[in-house]
Structures are given as C-alpha cells and as structure tokens.
C-alpha cells in the first residue's frame, strides 16, 4: 500500500509533477491549494508524513494529522513548528540540513550590493517611468574593503564568509561555539560579540535561527548602536527584527538601509511600512529558491521519508527529535 506525503506549502502544478517525479517506489504526494487553516486540516487527515517549507504546523494541526509519523522541513530552520507538540504526539521530525546554505548566501550577497549601490530602487524607479540618477534615495557605497559582520554562522554564514573574500575587507562573525584558529584562518574571519558587531560593521548581516534568544534581538536600542552608514539585511528569520523599531530608525536615518527577506508575519501585510521606505530593498522568502538546488533538495527530503518508510533512522545529519 502506497504511503501519503502531504506538502502543507501551497505550490505550482509544475512543480508538484516535478515533485512526483522524484518519488521513490511506494510513496504517493499530494499538495495544499491554499494556506487556509481548515483546508490544511482536513487535508492532512489521511497524511502519513508531512512536508512543510514556510507554513505554521501547529499543535491544532498535528492534533488532525491522526496517523502522521515524520514531519520534515522542506529547508532548515524549523522555528514554524511546534515540536514539543511534535514530540508528544510520537511525530519525528526532520529536515534539509545545509541544502539551501549556498543559495541563500549568494541571496544575500546579491541584497547587499542591491541595496548599497541603490540598484533596487533604480529599477523600481525607471519602471515607474522616473529618470533619476541625481536624486539617489541615500548614498552609493562600495562593498570592497567594508567590514561585514555575520551574525550567526552555520553553513549558510561561511558560504556567505567565501563568497565575500574577494572584497578584501574585515569580516566578523558570532556564533553560539567559536571556530578554532585554523578554521578562523582559513575562512578569513575574526570571532567579535554581537556588541562588537553592531558597533563595528558596515554590514550587519542575519543567519541566526529564531530561538527564545534570538526573538527581537534586534531592536531599536541595538540599531541605535550602529554606525549611521551601516546596513542590516536579513535572510534568517523575520521575528529576529522587531520590523516596527526597522522602520522608525530608517526614517530617522539612525542607519543608511536595510534589505529583508524575511518578516515578523508572512506572507508579509501590504501595508508593512517597510515596503514604502526607499532605503529598503524587500523579496517574499525568496533567498533559499534556486532551480540549481531543487532537485537535491527534493531527493535528499524524499530519501529521508523513504528510510523512514522502510523503517529505517532518516539521515543522522537531518534528524531534529
């Protein structure tokens, strides 16, 4: 008898067949049509495993997927499930350990520039019929020999650490266990505290994971720290950035811009003031898509599920309770 997988994240057709394509033997995919709580509820009532990439699984939806026994995260970070909920109900959890790290790196990058060198606003700007290169929304910066701090530093902060060497400048990272010498040296980077960071970058850039310590860690009392030419831009998880106290220091100019990739609520209001600020460059989670990645990453969450179904451990490197 085939087993069910049940994708919570609303997706294309095209990439649903892409999807079925990749199964293995025994296995059987269907997919939401919407974010609508009572639809993923009663979708997930025959599921065997679940898949989820940005939708909430709570305990209200665990509770309706009676005969789920492996929930996996279609990507890493795993803040938009409750896993103690999880764990209570006997559900395994797993996800993509490092499968997006040098998608999401290059996302950044690419924000950075974007938003130093005012290209975002450029295209809005000329796409909104206005011709305005002498009237520059904030200073165009450089990002060669500019200092960048990290903060967080799994896999997706050191591909980000690689992919900035060639600027030539200072790069600072903090992480919960600090590198050893030679992994510092051969990185090219320098352990500094959040403080220190904060104090010093030009960028100030996010991979954290969203945990209790983590949550708001970034407020108004801490971009009132940094340097006025100073950047944040953001790829780890929205509620690590209090949006409000973003938006009132950008307006006030406390720092030069910022770029988000992630919000406090998503899909994000229309009426986020972020969006209206010209100084901020904004995308809807798009940093870990990347064609080059879709098939490992389907195979590599699909192999899990499919150890799981022969009853076997899900890779050691994936595995999360």
């Not at 067949?17 to 609508?36: K, N, V, Y």
């Not at 200073?139 to 060497?165: E, M, P, R, W």
Request: aromatic share 4%.
């Amino acid at each position: 008898m085939n087993r069910k997988i049940v994708v919570l994240d609303p997706i294309t057709p095209q990439t649903a067949q892409r999807m079925r394509e990749l199964l293995p033997t025994g296995l059987i995919m269907e997919h939401a049509a919407s974010r609508d709580a009572a639809h993923l509820q009663e979708i997930v009532a025959d599921a065997d495993y679940l898949v989820s990439g940005q939708i909430a699984v709570d305990a209200s939806l665990l509770a309706a997927a009676k005969q789920a026994k492996l929930l996996h995260k279609w990507g890493v970070g795993v803040d938009n499930f409750d896993l103690d909920a999880a764990k209570a109900q006997g559900i395994t959890v797993a996800r993509t350990t490092a499968s997006n790290a040098k998608s999401v790196a290059e996302a950044a990058l690419g924000l950075t520039i974007a938003l130093m060198r005012n290209l975002a606003w450029g295209h809005t700007s000329l796409r909104a019929g206005e011709w305005r290169p002498t009237s520059l929304p904030k200073a165009s910066y450089s990002l060669f020999g500019k200092t960048v701090g990290i903060i967080g530093f799994g896999a997706i902060g050191q591909n980000l650490a690689k992919l900035l060497k060639p600027f030539g400048g200072r790069i600072l990272y903090n992480k919960t266990r600090r590198l050893s010498p030679g992994e510092e040296a051969d990185l090219g980077v320098e352990f500094a505290t959040l403080a220190e960071i904060l104090k010093q970058a030009d960028i100030v850039s996010l991979h954290c994971p969203m945990t209790p310590q983590t949550k708001g860690m970034i407020d108004r009392a801490a971009i009132r720290t940094m340097k006025p030419t100073a950047v944040l831009i953001n790829v780890a998880r929205g509620g690590v950035v209090i949006e409000q106290d973003l938006a009132e220091a950008l307006k006030a100019k406390e720092i030069l811009g910022a770029a988000m990739d992630v919000y406090e609520e998503e899909p994000t209001p229309a009426d986020n003031p972020l969006l209206a600020l010209e100084n901020v460059v904004c995308t809807p989670h798009i940093a870990a898509m990347s064609a080059d990645t879709f098939v490992p990453t389907i195979n590599q969450m699909w192999g899990n599920i499919d150890r799981f179904n022969r009853g076997e451990p899900v890779a050691a490197t994936d595995f999360v309770c």
